[in-house]
């Protein structure tokens, strides 16, 4: 039995063994196959093939509005980008001239960044200190002019042509390789958006274009022009600043977002980029390509905007400007610019916000910079204005809640206010008499400025600034851009940082909204919200949800913390007002017979809208006596109000001039399209110059 089992060892022990030898035999013919036989051809292959890695870019999230219809999206486009091969400089200039020859017959652009112009030769930087940095940089002489420094340029690639301007064009993409640094596994970007014609003529002449890819990049593409321009931002290069705090995620030629949506939430909308990997041989061929990384789009960013609104709001305003500068309602005023909010009362969330002049962020262009139009400037939330009688709602507010009136309260408006100044009333400046007795209902249908003059004097400033204060107004509503202004609120310790001595004028004055009282047009909305919804504080907010690639929805406290971080600024209202439902009831009756009742200040420009509403109008004066700014502020519907409306006019001369801007919207949210309304013509500005 022992005898068997050892025999039965051996035999597998040889079997093992002789398995053993047969693929060291095996692996060794082969090896001698690759090295001996074939050793050259594999060699000289080798040699001839590169294999690069080149960036897939990712696209950028979509900008949606509440309903879904995409505000901002992303479209492919073609780019070259170039690698380095082991080509002479001979061979690389004629390379790119014929590249620049493709481009130029198609009427595609190739990227310029040399700040070197000719015919005359001149440098383009502004300074003569960023002249010196960039000729440090490229190793030119300190002293060179800028014909020295382009034919150091030329020498140093080179170039043979005696044409200056062809020459210049192969200097621009030798420079662009040579400032970006390229190599033979990092490619430079030449050419941004080619057309279709010339990436295929590239692809085609692919093996006379040394190192030359075409790849697909996306592109943001604006789909309304010019529509919430403000809101969206626009994107452009990443700067060298921006590059250097950034190198782990962005590259050098990329694009950023620079302003509105598109820069606050640019780490949820840039996505990260794949990789693809481009087989080339040493003379810059390409022979394949693959992804080794995929790509992951951006995340997409669902805004509280209605495009529709948005649509009407800013084409209403526009008209409205257009008309009021044209003298539809009377006499002529320089109306040139205005901004519209439209909000939902409860939840806070912006419907529509406009200001113009605005822009097409898709075209936007650092040469407009000096654009003097104010075109860039979002006057919904970075411009205070003086808030004209539209403040009365706070002074009445103020007046009603500390007991100094009732709302049976009558006040007898004889026409010129005896203490201080002796202000008078609008109505005695046009009638020679007062209102006679009014309640708070009443002074503001009628816009009575004797009877809140007397409540500023009852009041005194830092109580009316107190509740002021109460509805947010100065104050920032932490809306998810930057360059919101805090705006002003009039009161003895603004007075005291600027060293000025507060005076009873100065209280009268700004009890009718005039003074240091500045408010922006967002503070205005969430003012008015307050009031239609019984005082309760208002989250003011654009961002209704972020939508990850995967589908996943990004956290609201995500995204709350996130803005923090970024904007370092939040809602300075956290409470909610407290104050009586009758005394609010009787404000907002006020309101009501501004628009719906004769005699009420507005109530011409809204008869034939087949809704009650409430509202109020502002002529601000300012420091240029011609120039009065025009506001409409208020709610719809009077009953179960569902959002706040404020308009804003510069230069309007009057504040009842704007109620054209805010009935088309109010037509439009709620569905009537109804006729054009007809204008009185009979209103005079004067009327309503502290109105």
């Given at each position: 039995m022992g005898k068997n089992n050892n025999t039965e060892g051996r035999l597998r022990y040889n079997i093992l063994t002789t398995i053993v030898y047969i693929i060291g035999i095996i692996l060794i013919i082969q090896l001698f196959n690759l090295q001996i036989i074939h050793g050259a051809e594999y060699r000289e292959e080798s040699n001839s093939r590169l294999t690069r890695e080149s960036v897939l870019k990712a696209a950028r999230g979509s900008i949606k509005d509440r309903t879904g219809v995409e505000l901002v999206t992303t479209d492919t486009k073609y780019s070259v980008e170039i690698y380095s091969t082991k080509v002479d400089d001979s061979t690389l200039n004629n390379s790119i001239k014929k590249f620049i020859e493709i481009l130029e017959n198609n009427e595609d652009e190739f990227i310029d960044n040399l700040p070197i112009e000719i015919d005359p030769f001149k440098f383009t930087q502004e300074t003569e200190e960023e002249q010196k940095n960039w000729k440090k940089?490229?190793?030119?002489?300190e002293n060179f002019s800028a014909e020295d420094a382009f034919n150091a340029l030329k020498q140093k690639y080179e170039i043979t042509e005696e044409d200056n301007a062809l020459a210049r064009k192969i200097m621009v993409v030798r420079y662009e390789i040579t400032r970006n640094g390229y190599s033979s596994t990092k490619s430079v970007k030449i050419a941004n958006n080619i057309s279709d014609t010339s990436a295929v003529q590239i692809r085609e002449q692919n093996a006379k274009l040394s190192g030359m890819?075409?790849?697909?990049?996306?592109?943001?593409?604006?789909?309304?022009?010019?529509?919430?321009?403000?809101?969206?931002?626009?994107?452009?290069?990443?700067?060298?600043?921006?590059?250097?705090?950034?190198?782990?995620?962005?590259?050098?030629?990329?694009?950023?977002?620079?302003?509105?949506?598109?820069?606050?939430l640019e780490d949820y909308l840039k996505g990260t980029d794949g990789v693809k990997q481009v087989d080339m041989t040493v003379d810059g061929a390409i022979t394949s390509e693959y992804i080794s990384k995929e790509a992951v789009a951006g995340s997409d960013v669902i805004l509280t905007l209605d495009a529709n609104l948005q649509k009407v709001a800013e084409e209403a305003l526009k008209q409205n400007i257009e008309d009021i500068a044209n003298g539809k309602y009377g006499d002529k005023h320089d109306a040139k610019a205005g901004a519209v909010v439209v909000m939902d009362i409860n939840s806070?969330?912006?419907?529509a916000m406009a200001s113009y002049p605005d822009y097409n962020p898709e075209k936007f262009s650092e040469e407009y910079s000096e654009d003097n139009t104010g075109r860039y400037t979002n006057r919904a939330i970075s411009s205070a204005y003086p808030p004209g009688s539209t403040f009365k709602m706070?002074?009445?507010?103020?007046?009603?809640?500390?007991?100094?009136?009732?709302?049976?309260?009558?006040?007898?408006?004889?026409?010129?206010?005896?203490?201080?100044?002796?202000?008078?009333?609008?109505?005695?400046?046009?009638?020679?008499?007062?209102?006679?007795?009014?309640?708070?209902?009443?002074?503001?249908?009628?816009?009575?400025?004797?009877f809140f003059y007397e409540m500023g004097y009852r009041l005194g400033i830092d109580k009316i600034a107190e509740?002021?204060?109460?509805?947010?107004?100065?104050?920032?509503?932490?809306?998810e851009l930057t360059g919101e202004a805090s705006g002003t609120l009039a009161s003895t310790a603004y007075a005291e940082s600027i060293n000025y001595t507060w005076y009873l004028a100065d209280t009268l004055a700004a009890s009718i909204g005039q003074s240091y009282n500045e408010f922006t047009p967002i503070q205005m909305a969430r003012y008015i919200s307050m009031i239609a919804n019984g005082g309760k504080n208002v989250d003011v907010t654009l961002i209704k949800s972020i939508i990850n690639s995967d589908g996943s929805e990004v956290s609201k406290?995500?995204?709350?913390?996130?803005?923090?971080?970024?904007?370092?600024?939040?809602?300075?209202?956290?409470?909610?007002?407290?104050?009586?439902?009758?005394?609010?009831?009787?404000?907002?009756?006020?309101?009501?017979?501004?628009?719906?009742?004769?005699?009420g200040t507005a109530y011409s420009y809204f008869t034939d809208l087949d809704m009650v509403i409430?509202?109020?109008?502002?002529?601000?004066?300012?420091?240029?006596?011609?120039?009065?700014?025009?506001?409409?502020?208020?709610?719809?519907?009077?009953?179960?109000?569902?959002?706040?409306?404020?308009?804003?006019?510069?230069?309007?001369?009057?504040?009842?001039?704007?109620?054209?801007?805010?009935?088309?919207?109010?037509?439009?949210?709620?569905?009537?399209?109804?006729?054009?309304?007809?204008?009185?013509?009979?209103?005079?500005s004067s009327l309503e110059s502290v109105r």
């Open positions: 940089n490229n190793d030119i002489d890819n075409v790849t697909t990049e996306p592109t943001v593409s604006y789909t309304s022009g010019s529509l919430a321009s403000h809101v969206l931002g626009y994107v452009g290069a990443i700067s060298e600043s921006e590059y250097e705090t950034r190198k782990d995620t962005y590259r050098n030629d990329d694009v950023i977002g620079k302003d509105g949506i598109q820069y606050v806070g969330e912006v419907l706070a002074v009445a507010t103020a007046a009603l809640d500390t007991g100094e009136i009732t709302t049976k309260t009558r006040i007898n408006d004889t026409g010129v206010y005896p203490y201080s100044y002796h202000p008078v009333c609008w109505y005695y400046r046009n009638y020679r008499s007062g209102h006679g007795y009014l309640n708070v209902t009443q002074a503001l249908k009628y816009s009575c400025n004797y509740y002021a204060s109460k509805y947010g107004l100065g104050k920032r509503t932490g809306i406290e995500d995204v709350e913390n996130y803005i923090d971080n970024k904007l370092g600024t939040k809602n300075e209202v956290e409470e909610d007002l407290n104050i009586s439902e009758e005394n609010l009831q009787a404000i907002r009756q006020g309101m009501k017979g501004v628009t719906s009742e004769a005699g409430a509202g109020k109008t502002g002529s601000a004066q300012t420091q240029d006596e011609d120039i009065v700014h025009g506001w409409f502020a208020g709610f719809a519907p009077y009953e179960n109000p569902e959002i706040a409306v404020v308009v804003l006019i510069e230069g309007a001369g009057s504040g009842g001039y704007t109620a054209y801007t805010a009935k088309q919207i109010i037509e439009e949210y709620f569905g009537m399209n109804s006729e054009e309304i007809t204008e009185d013509k009979t209103a005079e």
